[in-house]
């Protein structure tokens, strides 16, 4: 199947044209031009690298929409909690989660530059979209990235039915000899909500295994699993899938631990404090912690050396003996890469659903843009 043809409800707009969209819409809602210019540039980044899950598809239901309930503040106060050389803490003040994480990483950058190593957590922040953004600032600054986030409640422990645990990804970056790094960019869970979000708007029922019910059976019911995800009536699998005997209790581990280091560290939130409501169901901020690790290659035997093993790494891997029937074998980061090839020259693919709601936001802030769906 050609790359494009799994998009062919789908309108393609320029990348430029979206990015400014999204910088309107976040300016229109209260959120200062500088930082607006922060998030969207983030959330297309997103879109560019083929996680649609993460783009713009997000704009109105994670960021507008929690800004226009009044529990997501648009204007972000960064506090520093703590300092030293290699270390920090941040406090986020429940802004604009990109904000901060890209101070963050950047300040952990910085501190690794001078010191070899640089580790930063953020408390009280809100979701700061794809965590492979800052990986990638690592690795365009030389070095390896390494972040990670808590999220409200979606992934039942092992043998549990209850979502306790957020998506948490692990994520990694480091650059490499090729023309794009590696970046590892992924939740512990099987899936996550996004992408769940994504198959509600190509109007597809979910794979089995992917969602658990209360009774402890499969759900692929896509729109209802999103209404249970958020009361507790349906929680994701983890990495592995359920039980033991795929290895479900390794993503629950992996879970874990990125909750601890999105906590713990910096004195935040953790579990069923990050569910969004209070004992009413009243809507309530997500106080969200992420950790942002920067280490510095040239600390150790040098850039270019490390570039050219890892590297080689990843050829010795695609090049390795392929399963019957399979055309290639792929290294993380190279499915963006080559994602990013194509849109570069095509746009960005709009689902009909996203361009119902960039019509609608248009018309509520009377914006001046042509979308090719008009």
Known sequence: MAYQDQYNECEWVDF???ENFMKDCLVKSGVPEADAQIVSEILIESDKRGIDSH???????????RIDWGILSPETKIDVVKETPTTAVLDGNNGMGHVVSKYAMQMAIDKASENGLGMVTVRNSTHYGIAGYYALMACNAGMIGITGTNAR?????????ENMLGTNPLTVGFPTDEDFPFVLDCATSVTQRGKIELYSRLGKDLPPGWVIGREGTTRTDTDQVLVDLTKGKAALAPVGGLG???GGYKGFGYATVVEVLSAALQGGSFLKSLNGFDEDGKRIPYPLGHFFI????DAFLGLDLFKKIAGAIMRDLRNSEKAPGAERIYTAGE???EA?????????????????QMTEMKARWKLNYTFPWE
């Open 294 to 297: 920067a280490i510095n290659i």
């Open 153 to 161: 409640p979606s992934i039942a422990p092992t043998f549990g039915v």
């Open 16 to 18: 430029g044209i979206l």
């Open 244 to 246: 033991e005997e795929t």
């Open 335 to 337: 499915k963006e890469w």
């Open 340 to 356: 990013w090839q194509y849109r570069k020259v095509h746009g960005c693919p709009v689902p009909v659903v996203l361009q119902k």
């Open 55 to 65: 783009g713009i598809g997000r704009l109105k239901p994670i960021y507008i929409d």
